[in-house]
Nanobody, 124 residues
């Protein structure tokens, strides 16, 4: 059974940092892209960052460029999201996902495994 378990969310003040982790189990995901998405209250789920199978190619949505860094450790079947200079606009439930493709894509329809999400709340 495939499982993605996110951790590292929480409450942080504006300007602070958090590091999210997503551990995958049930199969090996080293051949597939992975990504982080987020959903704020009343809004649709949007892409935050994605990374290809090897970690050599990444994508970031404009609002997080220069502040967030996605990385992966294929030996641990884990993807990370380092979030710096957080703002209240970053408040959302963050989801990790595994793609059906090896290449990085911001389109959520290519992702077929999803975690349960972890809450990130940034206070002003």
């Amino acid at each position: 059974q495939v499982q993605l378990v996110e951790s590292g969310g929480g409450l942080v003040q504006a300007g602070g940092s958090l590091r999210l982790s997503c551990a995958a189990s049930g199969r090996t995901f080293s051949n597939y892209a992975m990504g982080w998405f987020r959903q704020a209250p009343g809004k649709e789920r949007d892409v935050v960052a994605t990374i290809n199978w090897s970690g050599s190619n990444t994508y970031y949505t404009d609002s997080v460029k220069g502040r967030f860094t996605i990385s992966r450790d294929n030996a641990k079947n884990t993807v990370y999201l380092q979030m710096n200079s957080l703002t209240p606009e970053d408040t959302a439930v963050y989801y990790c996902a595994v793609s059906s493709l090896p290449i990085s894509s911001p389109n959520p329809r290519f992702y077929n495994y999803w975690g349960q999400g972890t809450q990130v709340t940034v206070s002003s």
